[in-house]
């Protein structure tokens, strides 16, 4: 079945520690990849997204995500994590011009400080 | 400026009966999606409009559920003789238009069936 994954739903690490989210989809054809945040008790925000050209992405609060097509894959990354980073993250794909969203089970990431 | 409003932030109803879920889009946002959030659980899309038009309700679970946008702008999820596993966050988002415009969501309205 087509589907977003994400692995690893509860990961708790400490500050300035690294921060990898993976994420892979198995859709085929156009895909548009987006990385979503929600802190506690706010709403969803756009972190950062991909639609073409450069497969590195650079997103808000210093997050990057790098589309790998060969491996349907689109990881979160941050070098060096602060205790604001606590939030769960969200990795979202819509394929061939459909508006619509997958998303996947969400990362529940707790930082300590 | 104004973000994505929906009302209420949270509804209890009894097994049986009827809800309404509000949801304000940003100004000119054409584009207005409903998704459905179970707890531990990613959202779910559950329908799309463009303007006043549904092009989307592949996602809605059963002809229980219903939702309508009018004039182009405030929409209404309607949920009938509601059931336990209706029990979830449901999260209003719009964008501009086109599959490449992010969607901005609201906070969602939690919805507790007894």
């Known amino acids: 079945a087509q589907s977003v994954s994400q692995h690893n739903h509860h990961v708790i690490l400490s500050e300035a520690a690294s921060l990898e989210l993976g994420c892979n989809y198995s859709y085929g054809g156009t895909v548009n990849l987006f990385w979503y945040v929600q802190y506690p008790g706010q709403h969803l925000q756009l972190l950062l997204k991909?639609?073409?050209?450069?497969?590195l992405v650079k997103g808000i609060k210093g997050f990057e995500a790098e589309f790998i097509k060969s491996k349907f894959s689109f990881n979160l990354r941050k070098p060096s994590v602060q205790w604001s980073d606590t939030a769960e993250y969200f990795c979202?794909?819509?394929?061939?011009?459909?508006?619509?969203?997958?998303f996947g089970k969400g990362n529940q990431v707790v930082v300590i400080p | 400026g104004a973000g994505v409003s929906q009302s209420p932030r949270y509804k209890v109803a009894k097994r049986g009966q009827d809800v309404a879920l509000r949801c304000d889009p940003i100004?000119?946002?054409?584009?207005l999606f409903w998704y459905q959030q179970a707890l531990g659980q990613g959202p779910e899309f559950l329908t799309y409009f463009q303007n006043e038009a549904q092009l989307d309700k592949s996602g809605l679970p059963s002809d229980r559920f219903f939702a309508e946008r009018p004039e182009g702008s405030v929409s209404t999820l309607k949920i009938q003789r509601t059931q336990q596993e209706d029990s979830a966050v449901y999260l209003c988002?719009?964008?501009?238009?086109?599959?490449?415009?992010?969607?901005?969501f609201g906070d969602g309205t939690r919805l507790s069936i007894l």
């Open positions: 979202a794909v819509n394929v061939n011009g459909n508006n619509r969203l997958a």
């Open positions: 991909y639609f073409s050209g450069d497969p």
């Open positions: 100004s000119g946002h054409v584009s």
């Open positions: 988002a719009s964008s501009l238009g086109g599959y490449n415009q992010p969607q901005h």
